[in-house]
């Protein structure tokens, strides 16, 4: 175990009060586990592992929202994953997005393709469902995390940072 938790090496994610979803790329694939209190003692127990062609993280942190996780697995789907450690849904190989930035608001998801290519997807476990799409002006391995202040996104690669308003 202690092997393996040194390999996650994406921040983890607070499901719940008492999950922790760890994730990381690069042959780590993820876990959940459940933390218990038992007087001054914390102990763990894994509730499921799951190999990095089924849900791993090469970069960007997973985000946990309205009772699922979402994250851009190493071939660059993106995926919901439910709390059981099922895949509910992928973006499939026609929607990659490389090492994927992506945010959730308002049960939007905003994702970025290396090339630029960024798309807007519905926040749901139900189905993948592609709302909207557009290829951003340059795009050269856009990878860095992006932020949302208001209505504007900010997002960036190698050379350029951009403020779309959205």
Not at 44 to 51: M, P, R, T
Not at 67 to 91: F, Q
């Amino acid at each position: 175990r202690q092997e393996l938790l040194a390999d996650l090496e994406r921040l983890p994610v607070v499901v719940g009060d008492d999950r922790v979803f760890f994730s990381g790329g690069y042959g780590a694939g993820s876990m959940m586990m459940r933390l218990k209190a038992e007087g001054a003692k914390l102990s763990s127990e894994i509730l499921f592992a799951l190999k990095e062609n089924v849900f791993g993280a090469a970069q960007q942190t997973p985000i946990f929202y309205e009772g699922a996780i979402y994250g851009v697995r190493p071939n660059g789907e993106l995926v919901c994953l439910g709390l059981d450690g099922k895949v509910l849904w992928t973006s499939g190989t026609a929607q990659r997005f490389d090492l994927g930035p992506f945010l959730i608001a308002d049960g939007l998801i905003f994702v970025l393709s290396g090339d630029g290519r960024l798309a807007l997807v519905e926040a749901s476990p139900n189905a993948f469902r592609l709302l909207a799409e557009a290829k951003l002006p340059h795009g050269h391995e856009a990878w860095g995390p992006m932020a949302l202040a208001g209505s504007r996104l900010i997002v960036r690669d190698m050379k350029h940072v951009m403020c779309l308003e959205v």
